[in-house]
């Protein structure tokens, strides 16, 4: 399963590489305020699902472009480019997501970077890889000295006060913080200890799973604004090493609203 994930990952960044240079040319469609949608991203998505399909026909699909594909209890769940608006405008900062749920558990992962060529895997209880080498999270374990990745919320601007308070708090007491404007990219490089940690609040399920998995196959850990195992059906998430993490967590509990 985790081959055929990685194959279709290929294909569709083989189909968003060849596009680069065609972008003035593209249809690009606003499903909502900066929430943008181009001719690739749909040719990616077919182009996954086809591959998908053909090994696995009784496979449930979840895709950010067209929606649920009812299947048995394998669920893809597929993000064909995240980071449009990088895309969009040339900013070489995308990838494909692509994961894998068996009954509730993300079984398998795959994150590609089609311009770095840079493939990101792991299986439920078999570590993470990026380009067939094991990574692990960062040693780091205290907020001075980390680098945090994060995004804005501009699907859910009504957030927004919350996540400056978020922001300000741990901007004090880090070394730096940075927002590339592609979550699952953001949750490989905390796998891979590019970032020490990650929060992020207002995503959807497919700029998450993939790098959920990664993140906890090399040793890190992932979790909703309350410490739990809802970040899926929140949208809200915090992750990082260990150490890390809970120092995040607590760090930004009091502009944490309630459940």
């Known amino acids: 399963m985790l081959n055929i994930g990685v194959r279709a990952a290929r294909a569709a960044g083989e189909i968003i590489s060849r596009s680069m240079d065609k ?12 929430d943008f949608v181009t001719e690739v991203d749909q040719r990616a998505e077919r182009e996954i699902i086809r591959i ?8 449930a699909i979840i895709a950010e472009e067209s929606g649920v594909h009812a299947g048995n209890e394998y669920t893809w769940i597929i993000d064909p480019l995240d980071g449009t608006t990088n895309f ?7 990838a494909v997501s692509i994961a894998l749920v068996h009954k509730g558990k993300i079984e398998q992962a ?18 993470a890889v990026l380009n067939n080498r ?7 374990i205290t907020l001075s000295g980390a680098l945090l990745g994060t995004g ?14 978020m922001f ?22 905390v796998a891979a200890g590019r970032f020490d940690g990650f929060w992020e609040m ?10 959920v998995l990664l993140i906890q196959e090399a040793g890190g850990i992932v979790s909703d604004f309350h410490g739990g195992d809802q970040y899926l059906q929140s949208g809200n998430i915090v992750a990082g090493t260990p150490k890390l993490h809970a120092q995040i967590l607590d760090s930004i509990q009091a502009y944490v609203a309630a459940k």
């Open 152 to 165: 804005f919320p501009f699907k859910a601007q009504s957030q927004l006060d919350s996540y400056l308070d």
């Open 134 to 140: 094991r990574i692990r999270v960062s040693r780091q």
């Open 202 to 211: 207002g995503l959807r399920e497919w700029d998450m799973a993939a790098g």
């Open 168 to 189: 300000r708090v741990l901007f004090k007491d880090t070394a730096g913080i940075r927002r590339a404007g592609a979550a699952a990219l953001d949750l490989a490089y």
């Open 52 to 59: 998908i399909l053909e090994a696995f026909p009784e496979h």
């Open 88 to 94: 969009i405008h040339g900013f070489p900062q995308f």
């Open 110 to 127: 795959i994150i590609y970077d089609p311009l770095k060529q840079e493939m990101f895997t792991a299986t439920r209880g078999a570590g």
């Open 23 to 34: 972008v003035e040319a593209l249809h690009i469609d606003e499903k909502g305020r900066n």
